[in-house]
C-alpha cells in the first residue's frame, strides 16, 4: 500500500526568531520526513532563513510581508506559491494573508496562535471574528489561555485544539564549563543569578524584574542578575539599571542564539510579562532543573505550578516578585526541590515528541475530512 505524503507549508510573518520562530524550528528537527513533505515561507531577510536551511527545509522568501498580518501584495504573492506548490495544508502562524490565499484555493487551514492578542470592539470584533472563523479549519493554541483567546476572537470551539509547545531539553554543562561561562560575564563564584530570558520589549516587563532586584540588591549582597535578550528597550533598559543605581549588579548579554550556557548559569529562572501565550524560557529552564518564578500573565501559570515548581506572584507587583526572589535565594534546598519537580512536568507536558504526536493528529485529522 502506498502512503501519500502529505504536502504543507508553514507561514511566518516575522524579521527576527520569536516564540513562533522556535516552535517552527524545534519541529523541523522533529517531524516525520516519510509522511510529510514540508517547505516554509517567511518574508524576504528574514533571521529565519539560514536555521531553516540549515534543517534541509524549503525556504521561499516572500515580499510584502514582513511583519504583516495583512498585505494584498501577500494575498497575490502566495496564491502564486500555492499554485506552485499544491499543499495539502496551509499552517499559518498568523498570517492573514496566507489563509485568505489558502481559503481561494480551496486548501485546508491550520492556524496557531502564539500570543495573547486584545479583545476587540464592537463591531470590529464580530466583523474579526466571522473572518478569523472562515479562515480557519483548525486553530490551535499553545495553552489553554491561547485557547480561550481564540474562542474570544470568534473561532468556534469545536475548531479549537490545544498543543503545547515542545521544546528540546537544553545539555546540562559540567561544573568546569559553568565556571568558564560565569568568568566570562563577570560573575562573581558564589553569587547566585538570578536570570531572565525574554524580548527585550515592551510585553516582557523587564522594567518590573529591575525595579524588584534593586530590593533584592539591597537586603542580599551576593546576587548578580542576568538579562537575556535583545529589542527595541535595550538602550532604556540599561539607561535604568544605571538610574536605579545596580547596572554594575545587572548584565545584558544581547541576543543569544543559543541560550545554552546563559541557562546552565542562571540558578532562578524569571518572567515578568505582562501577558504571555505560555513561555519557552520557562520551559526550556525547567529541562535543566531551574527553579521559575513568573507573574500571574496567564499562560505561563499553566508552566510553573505554583509552591511545586516555582513561585507564581500577581502581575505588576514588584514586591511580591522581590519578595519570590529573596525567598528562593535564601533557601537553596527549594530551588533543588522545585528544579527537579520542574523537570518532570516539562518532561511530561511539555515535550517534542507530544508536540509532534498532537499535530500529526490534527493533520490527519484534516486530511480525512477533505477525502470524505
Known sequence: MVIKVIKTVHVLTDTNIGGAGSWLLNYLKSYNRKKYSVCVAIPENSMLKPRISELDTKVYEMPGIADRSYSGQGVKEFKKLFKNIRPDIVHSHACLSARIAAKQLGIKIVNTRHCLEDKKRFPVSVIYGIINNYLSDIAIGVSKAACDNLIMDGIKKEKVRLVYNGAYPLKELSGDEKMKIRERYKLPKDNVVVGIAARLEPVKNHELFLKAMKTV??????????????????DSLEMLAKELDIDNRVIFTGYQDDIT????????????????ALSLSLIEGMFLKKASITTDCLGPCEVVENGKTGIIVENYNEQLLANAITELIKNEDLRVKMGLAGEKRAENLFSIKQMINSLDGIYSELIKSERK
Do not use: R
Open 217 to 234: 540588591f539591597e537586603k542580599n549582597p551576593n546576587v548578580s542578575a542576568l538579562i537575556v535578550g535583545d529589542g527595541s528597550l535595550k
Open 261 to 276: 550556557e546563559v541557562m546552565n548559569i542562571i540558578d532562578i529562572n524569571v518572567l515578568s510579562s505582562k501577558k504571555e
